[in-house]
């Protein structure tokens, strides 16, 4: 496992414990980085996360995986400062 993936799975951890108490679905706790390839192009890479408390909606494709892992690390961050807003209210 790379640095960054090892970064991504303690904030995943993080994220599933900080969002226990809320109502939310099993698929809150699940993300992907998928790697396509479409019509002899080069690959591109996408984040995927279709959770009710937080769904990705940044950019539809990365150019490269370091990209997407980066974007889906930064969401993680974001994703967790809204839930600790959450719990201050």
């Known amino acids: 496992m790379t640095d960054i993936e090892h970064r991504i799975t303690e904030l995943t951890e993080k994220y599933q ?3 226990r108490g809320e109502h ?3 698929r809150d706790c ?4 998928v790697k396509e390839w ?3 192009d080069a ?3 996408h984040v995927d996360h279709e959770g009710y408390l ?9 150019p490269d995986s370091t990209a997407a ?3 889906l ?3 993680l961050h974001e994703s967790l400062e809204d839930i600790t807003t959450w719990e201050d209210e």
């Open 54 to 62: 937080h769904e990705w909606d940044g950019p539809k494709s990365f």
């Open 43 to 45: 690959p591109t890479y």
């Open 69 to 71: 892992h980066a974007a």
């Open 30 to 33: 699940h993300w992907a980085i």
């Open 17 to 19: 414990w900080a969002i």
């Open 24 to 26: 939310h679905k099993d």
């Open 38 to 40: 479409s019509y002899g």
């Open 73 to 75: 690390l930064q969401f």
